[in-house]
């Protein structure tokens, strides 16, 4: 769904449910996941019925906020866009709205329930302190070079040649597990993998899709998009 259509429909639900149900308006609250979640943020900071945000796994930079509105971010420690939302957390820290965060031991997915639980403690002030993030300024140098070699991967996607994505796949492989910041690679690359391969299955350049498909399996696996993907790869080239 486009995100303009995202946000209108997040505008009509709204609507709709006040003229359907007698609503606290003090704690209306909009949650959303990823792409979702960024349209969460931007209907929260316009829509002035919105009291609260909860967003995981994706974030978008606001502006034009007409109204006081808190913040709750849910970040899996594993998610590839995990600095992403501390960055983001640790920007709103210097304006004057609300801002709080929660991490989980999660990658690119829904939080689990008890770690969600939290969402419903409105206003967010309730959620017990030991449970919120505590930014460490030793992070800021991992992150920066998280960022580096996020960047590296998105350009070694087309520069470099299958036998060295071979290696280096193994070589992050064999690192996930002792540290997070190689599984948030792994995932930045299949995220990257993925819309690739759609754009150049749509545009029947199966030279291109075929690397693409090939570097998806040696990133993830098993991975659901990237088989249905490569059938129909093999269907466009009659395999």
Not at 14 to 41: P, Q, V, W
Not at 180 to 203: D, F
Not at 214 to 232: H, T
Request: glycine share 6%; with cysteine; hydrophobic share 40%.
């Amino acid at each position: 769904m486009p995100q303009a259509q995202g946000i209108a429909s997040a505008n009509n639900l709204l609507a709709d449910f006040k003229k359907r149900y007698r609503l606290d308006e003090s704690r209306i609250i909009l949650s959303g996941f990823s792409g979702a979640a960024k349209i969460a943020i931007e209907v929260g900071c316009t829509n002035s019925d919105v009291d609260g945000i909860v967003y995981s796994g994706s974030v978008t930079q606001w502006s034009n906020l007409n109204h006081p509105v808190s913040f709750l971010g849910i970040a899996g420690k594993a998610d590839m866009n995990y600095t992403d939302l501390v960055s983001f957390h640790q920007s709103q820290n210097l304006v004057n709205e609300p801002h709080y965060m929660i991490e989980w031991n999660g990658k690119h997915e829904w939080a689990n329930a008890e770690t969600f639980e939290n969402a419903f403690l409105f206003p967010f002030s309730n959620i017990p302190t030991n449970k919120l993030f505590v930014f460490d300024e030793k992070l800021h140098q991992k992150f920066e070079m998280e960022k580096q070699l996020r960047q590296a991967y998105y350009a070694a996607i087309s520069t470099q040649n299958l036998s060295w994505w071979k290696t280096e796949a193994k070589n992050l492989h064999a690192k996930e597990n002792s540290e997070l910041m190689y599984k948030r690679l792994l995932g930045t690359v299949s995220l990257a993998c993925y819309s690739l391969s759609r754009n150049y299955l749509a545009q029947n350049d199966l030279d291109k899709a075929e690397k693409i498909l090939f570097i998806y399996e040696l990133v993830d696996p098993g991975n659901k998009d990237r088989a249905y993907f490569y059938e129909d790869f093999k269907r466009r080239k009659g395999m």
